[in-house]
């Protein structure tokens, strides 16, 4: 069964830092990885997919990395800014039906 | 535009009253499947769909129904719903090994 981990489960940086965010994985036969953000008591906003058989994706201030053997992956975000305040959630996918991580609570003040 | 819509958004129930939450996806795909969120506890999957007419239980099925009779809608049942059910709940389909898209959420209170 596959278990995904996240780590740091909360981070309060002050504005302007960049910062990582990591996710571990036990199982590496994936299909891809994927990383929301959302934001209390919200639904699910698509940051980032990783492919299976890609290495890293970027989106503006965001870079994710996948290391497929090591089973780890982290989101790095550039320049923080207090409206990047929210809870980032890693999903694994295998068998196309991801499996999620307890997220990373983030708190950026200014 | 791509979607996933689930219905409710929000829902106060009574212990023992039947209710379903619907969920409809308009991208073709064969897998969905449900999800609730628990404080501390993140996204646990009830249920998935591989097809039409093919389910599997997920991590936390108990107390929960689904169907597929046809492919965009994958709706969650709850038969006889009790207050350890009060959760936000979310529907999620894909198309293979590209994105996951999931509705906006329903938020259950069971009372």
């Known amino acids: 069964k596959q278990e995904v981990t996240q780590i740091p489960a909360a981070l309060s940086v002050p504005e302007g830092e960049n910062l990582v965010l990591n996710c571990s994985f036990t199982?590496?036969?994936?299909?891809?990885l994927q990383w929301f953000r959302q934001d209390p008591g919200k639904g699910l906003t698509s940051l980032l997919l990783?492919?299976?058989?890609?290495r890293e994706q970027t989106s503006g201030r965001l870079n994710a990395s996948l290391d497929k053997s090591s089973g780890r992956s982290t989101l790095y975000i550039a320049a923080s800014q207090p409206g990047d305040s929210a809870t980032y959630l890693c999903?694994?996918?295998?068998?196309?039906?991801?499996?999620f991580g307890r997220g990373t609570s983030l708190i950026v003040h200014p | 535009e791509a979607q996933v819509t689930q219905n409710p958004r929000y829902l106060i129930t009574v212990t023992g009253k039947k209710l379903t939450v619907t969920c409809s996806q308009n991208?073709?795909?064969?897998?969905m499947s449900w999800y609730r969120q628990d404080p501390g506890l993140g996204l646990r999957q009830i249920y998935y769909?591989?097809?039409?007419?093919?389910?599997d239980k997920g991590d936390v099925p108990e107390g929960y129904k689904v169907s597929r009779k046809e492919k965009r809608n994958f709706p969650l049942i709850l038969e006889s719903p009790s207050p350890n059910q009060t959760s936000l709940y979310f529907c999620?389909?894909?198309?293979?090994?590209?994105?996951?898209?999931f509705g906006q959420g329903t938020r259950l209170t069971v009372v």
């Open positions: 999620a389909s894909s198309g293979g090994a590209a994105e996951a898209f």
């Open positions: 199982d590496s036969a994936i299909y891809n």
């Open positions: 990783i492919q299976s058989s890609q």
């Open positions: 999903a694994v996918g295998r068998s196309y039906i991801p499996t």
């Open positions: 991208m073709n795909h064969e897998y």
């Open positions: 769909s591989m097809n039409v007419e093919v389910t």
